[in-house]
Nanobody
């Protein structure tokens, strides 16, 4: 059973940066597709970014392209989300997710494991 533990959330001013980390234990983590989703208050969970195993293909939702970068370190069983030039509309709970099938996926239902979700708050 894969367990995902996230860290790195917090409060930041608009234009600032944060890096989220998600450490995994159990399972064949290195072969999984990994993703980040977010859920703002009163809204549905939405796809943010995903990265496959090998080759490491990435995909981003349009609103974060050029500002967010997803990466993974298979030796450390960790996936990262570097978030730059943050905007108030990025405020949400951010969830790390793992998918056993190694292709890109953007729907929450396509992921098998989830982290607990740290809060990211961007003040204007």
């Amino acid at each position: 059973q894969v367990q995902l533990v996230e860290s790195g959330g917090g409060l930041v001013q608009a234009g600032g940066s944060l890096r989220l980390s998600c450490a995994a234990s159990g399972g064949t983590f290195s072969r999984y597709t990994l993703g980040w989703f977010r859920q703002a208050a009163g809204k549905e969970r939405e796809f943010v970014a995903a990265i496959t195993w090998m080759p490491a293909r990435t995909k981003y939702t349009d609103s974060v392209k050029g500002r967010f970068t997803i990466s993974r370190d298979n030796a450390k069983n960790t996936v990262y989300l570097q978030m730059n030039n943050l905007k108030p509309e990025d405020t949400a709970v951010y969830y790390c997710a793992a998918r056993k099938i190694g292709t890109i996926a953007t729907l929450a239902a396509e992921y098998d494991y989830w982290g607990q979700g740290p809060q990211v708050t961007v003040s204007s």
